[in-house]
């Protein structure tokens, strides 16, 4: 399937989460979407990301969110969690930062702010 298709299903997707968010009294504001290469190297030397060149959000798949609640920014796992189900729900592409190993469990690597389509 061509990227552009791909795009557009994450976007709406994506809609999908920020209304399910929204419903749920979570506040959430877009952290970062698109990621030059330079900033991706960046972010892989400084360990804080697992993906040294290429990736999700360089191709417009991915996009990390801030999570508020009672009018504070979380980064906890438990607050995100809700947020990752319901996105990992909405299609078998989807993938959830927080559940790298898509075992349910708070272990490895962990992005929680992190959603992403992986084709």
Request: negative net charge.
């Amino acid at each position: 399937m061509r990227l552009s298709i791909e795009q557009r299903k994450f976007t709406h997707h994506i809609g999908q989460l920020i209304m399910f968010a929204f419903a749920r009294d979570y506040e959430i504001t877009f952290g970062e979407g698109f990621r030059s290469p330079e900033e991706q190297i960046r972010l892989y030397n400084e360990g804080k990301s697992q993906i040294r060149v290429g990736g999700n959000h360089g191709r417009r798949l991915a996009v990390d969110f801030n999570l508020f609640k009672n009018d504070r920014i979380t980064w906890e796992w438990e607050d995100y969690k809700p947020l990752g189900d319901y996105w990992e729900s909405l299609d078998e592409n989807n993938r959830w930062g927080g559940d790298w190993n898509g075992n349910d469990k708070k272990d490895g690597f962990i992005d929680a702010p992190h959603f992403e389509r992986n084709i």
